[in-house]
Every structure is written in C-alpha cells, then in structure tokens.
C-alpha cells in the first residue's frame, strides 16, 4: 500500500508560480507512473499531468502544457509538479495519484493523496 502527501499549494497572483510535491511511501513506485489531477469547486476531478517513473516520459494535459513541468527524485520517492504562468482557472485543490501510463494514456490506482488547494487570483 502506498501512501501519498501533497504539499506546497497557496495563494498566488496570477502569472506567478508555484511547485508542488507529493512523496510516496509505503512502497517504491518502480514499475509505476505519478499522476497529479486537480479539482475545481463545483466540477469533476481531471487529470493534468503524469510521469513515469522509471524513464521520466511524461504526459500533459492540452492547457497546462508549456506552462507546467513534472518531474521526480527517485532517491527521495517523490514527484513534483512546477506550475508557472498561472492562471486563474488554475485554481483548484491538486492531488497525486498513483498509476500507470500505457499506449500514451495514464490509468490510476485507487491511491490518492488528501490534495493540496492552489488558488491563483486574478
């Protein structure tokens, strides 16, 4: 079982940045990719980005590409999410997932962090 925690969400105006980081524990994520979804009030979670962990290839969602930038530390067992140039409609509790990416496409377990809330004024 793994256990994830998100941190590094707040305030921040728009154009501006933020990095997010969930560490995982309980097991190494080897043979398995990070994802990070987010939540906006009154709509459905979405994904946004996910890297696997054993090559680094990464995918994006349409509107975040370009803007944000994941990564991970394998030593450490975490994954990051750099949020740059944000936007209002950025603003959104984000949560890590984990997972895996076959055929392009990330498919995530049912392990999910508490999220951290990211809100970006305009």
């Known amino acids: 079982q793994v256990q994830l925690v998100e941190s590094g969400g707040g305030l921040v105006q728009a154009g501006g940045s933020l990095r997010l980081s969930c560490a995982a524990s309980?097991?190494?994520?080897?043979?398995?990719?990070m994802g990070w979804f987010r939540q906006a009030p009154g709509k459905e979670r979405e994904f946004v980005a996910a890297?696997?962990?054993?090559?680094?290839?990464?995918l994006f969602k349409d509107s975040v590409k370009g803007r944000f930038t994941i990564s991970r530390d394998t030593t450490k067992n975490t994954g990051y999410l750099q949020m740059d140039s944000l936007k209002a409609e950025d603003t959104a509790v984000y949560y890590c997932?984990?997972?895996?990416?076959?055929?392009?496409?990330?498919?995530?377990?049912?392990?999910w962090g508490s999220g951290t809330l990211v809100t970006v004024s305009s």
């Open positions: 997932n984990a997972g895996t990416i076959v055929a392009g496409t990330y498919y995530g377990y049912n392990h």
């Open positions: 309980g097991r190494a994520f080897s043979d398995d990719a």
């Open positions: 890297i696997m962990w054993s090559d680094g290839s990464t």
